[in-house]
T-cell receptor, first 108, second 122 residues
Framework: DIQMTQSPSSLSASVGDRITITCRAS??????LNWYQQKSGKAPQLLIY???NLQSGVPSRFSASGSGTDFTLTISSLQPEDLATYYC??????????FGQGTKVQIK | QEQLVQSGAEVKKPGASVKVSCKAS????????IYWVRQAPGQGLEWMGR????????RYAQKFQDRVTMTRDTSTSTVYMEVRSLRSEDTAVYYC???????????????WGQGTTITVSS
């Protein structure tokens, strides 16, 4: 199975800051990488699919990039409503769709 | 609108079984795989398995292979997941999610159920 590793596991930033979360796959997954946002007590929601494509309705301050084994999610100007845990997920070929361990974003 | 609605919370004793339902509406049921993902308290997301509503074929994560069964009822557009021999470590929120195939090489979980809390306690 493909293993996904995120860093950092948590971060704290101020409103308006630019933040970046990293996700690394244990083998090359091309651009088969999705990002989800999970707010406390809620189901996850799709943010980004295929490494860099914004899901409909997601604010443009979210962006993502990467291919192969290394990927990043960026929030260009952190907002209070971005308080959440963010997960990457591989969707490569017939693999299981494993998730990273999550990155908890807190607001200072 | 397109949605997945799950059954309600359950409390079970160790060794018991539980069956969670996930009813799809607003889209063609047979067109999208349904995945099950669980989240233990304070933990991350764990893939459990998937079912193809069209033919009923399944694939399970190895750790759940002998305790989990996923089925579907096309007449009601509902997917079921049964977990047997429950233990305290199975206490978690269980989610179903629709897998949207965007292209030949791209898919993502675009719709999620609201989650079902299963508590295993003696």
């Amino acid at each position: 199975d493909i293993q996904m590793t995120q860093s950092p596991s948590s971060l704290s930033a101020s409103v308006g800051d630019r933040i970046t979360i990293t996700c690394r796959a244990s083998q090359s997954i091309s651009r088969s990488l999705n990002w989800y946002q999970q707010k406390s007590g809620k189901a996850p929601q799709l943010l980004i699919y295929a490494a860099s494509n914004l899901q409909s309705g997601v604010p443009s301050r979210f962006s993502a990039s990467g291919s192969g084994t290394d990927f990043t999610l960026t929030i260009s100007s952190l907002q209070p409503e971005d308080l959440a845990t963010y997960y990457c997920q591989e969707s490569y070929s017939d693999s299981p769709r494993n998730f990273g361990q999550g990155t908890k974003v807190q607001i200072k | 609108q397109e949605q997945l609605v799950q059954s309600g919370a359950e409390v079970k004793k160790p060794g018991a079984s539980v069956k969670v339902s996930c009813k799809a509406s607003g889209y063609t049921f047979s067109r999208h795989y349904i995945y099950w993902v669980r989240q233990a308290p304070g933990q991350g997301l764990e893939w459990m398995g998937r079912i193809n509503p069209s033919g009923g074929s399944t694939r399970y994560a190895q750790k759940f292979q002998d305790r989990v069964t996923m089925t579907r009822d096309t007449s009601t557009s509902t997917v079921y997941m049964e977990v047997r021999s429950l233990r305290s470590e199975d206490t978690a929120v269980y989610y179903c999610a629709r897998d949207r195939r965007i292209s030949l090489t791209v898919d993502a979980f675009d719709i999620w159920g609201q989650g079902t809390t299963i508590t295993v306690s003696s």
